[in-house]
């Protein structure tokens, strides 16, 4: 997380570049899942006794193994990475921003007590739904436009720039912003992560300044596991929001998150707005546990990297006073009396 005391080891952008690095190497990893993910929550199953296409894919998928099978089969491994480009650069800028602004809202919140003390666990939610509000304002149009290149059909494949030209052919610049209310809703899905890590490193690891990165893992884990079922179903309407409108449709976009969930509701039921939860449950509890556990030890590297500089500056500002002594006492006339 950011600092744990009141005073931070690192600067608010140190804290961001530690975490925007842990969580490109930890999507990296898994983005074959958030693939998976994204095209489970999009599509809409078909009804036996409809054949009026309900999904923006023909092909259609019953499970994660399935859908695994039936991407590589279609469009080869390279398939399990589309939109990767987009993803990484929308997964660094959102999280740099993340982290900037939870170190300097958690920051401020400790320089204006009295008495530094631990903030709740309401102020530690509202802390982070702050970070959380202003990262997404800035950084929603890569999401948008990384949400519609995971659920191209094979065919239609376009590039990052390209596809974002097609957003704003459809919808105007605001298109590249749609699912923003659903998005800062869901702010409270890293504030529940992080206020979740906060309580439970207390709890387990209470007193330990750095922690293993078995630990860490660990921590961001259990975190995650709990915010993404209580968030889910926001989850796949902010999805359905950010992708192309079912063929049912006839292209008219969903308004809003609760149009995408009444929607999902009354074609699949209730239960359907969990969708994809099994990918999106592994696939968080992965990237939380790698996230944190590399930005553990980043923020360790940065620390000791800053450290060595600060070492090093001092050493040439007494070396560069001393020489200006020197100098100065060379050039000083001799006084006799």
């Known amino acids: 997380m950011a600092s744990r005391s ?11 570049l530690a975490g ?10 898994v983005y074959p899942l958030d693939i998976v993910k994204t095209r489970l929550q999009v599509q809409v199953k078909r009804n036996p006794t409809n054949l009026e296409p309900l999904t923006t894919n023909e092909t259609h998928y019953t499970s994660s193994i399935d859908a ?20 990484l650069i929308g997964v660094a800028s959102t999280n740099f921003a993340y982290f900037y602004w939870y170190s300097v809202v958690r920051t401020l919140y400790f320089s204006s007590q009295a008495s530094p003390k631990l903030p709740s666990t309401a102020t530690e939610l509202s802390l982070g739904a702050v970070a959380g509000a202003a990262a ?10 990384t949400t519609r290149q995971q659920t191209q059909p094979m065919g239609d494949k376009k590039g990052l720039l390209d596809t974002g030209r097609e957003v ?23 504030a529940i992560t992080y206020g979740a890590y906060q309580r439970l490193r207390e709890f387990f690891f209470a007193g330990k300044t750095n922690l293993r990165p078995w630990e860490a893992f660990f921590l961001g884990a259990m975190s995650k596991a709990l915010a993404t079922i209580a968030t889910q179903p926001l989850i796949v309407a902010k999805v359905g929001l950010q992708s192309r409108p079912p063929p049912a449709r006839n292209g008219k976009p969903f308004k809003d998150f609760l149009e995408v969930m009444s929607y999902i509701v009354e074609h699949e039921g209730p239960m359907a707005l ?3 939860i099994v990918p999106q449950i592994t696939k968080g509890i ?14 360790i590297l940065f620390i ?11 050493a040439k500002l007494q070396k560069g006073a001393k020489l200006a002594a020197t100098r100065a006492t060379q050039v000083l006339p001799i006084v006799t009396k």
């Open 274 to 276: 969990f969708k994809g």
């Open 20 to 29: 925007a690095t842990g969580a490109v190497l930890a999507n990296a990893i």
């Open 136 to 145: 997404q304002l800035f950084t929603i149009p890569v999401s948008v436009v």
């Open 168 to 190: 704003h052919s459809e919808d105007g610049w605001t298109g590249l912003w749609r699912g923003l209310k659903a998005s800062l809703v869901l702010v409270v899905n890293p």
């Open 68 to 87: 695994i099978k039936k991407i590589v089969d279609d469009e080869g491994i390279r398939g399990l990475y589309s939109g990767v480009n987009g993803s």
């Open 6 to 16: 009141s005073q931070a080891p690192l600067p608010p952008w140190g804290n961001a």
């Open 286 to 299: 992965l990237v939380q546990g790698l996230l944190m556990m590399t930005k553990e030890r980043m923020e």
């Open 304 to 314: 000791l990297l800053f450290a060595y500089v600060r070492k090093t500056r001092s």
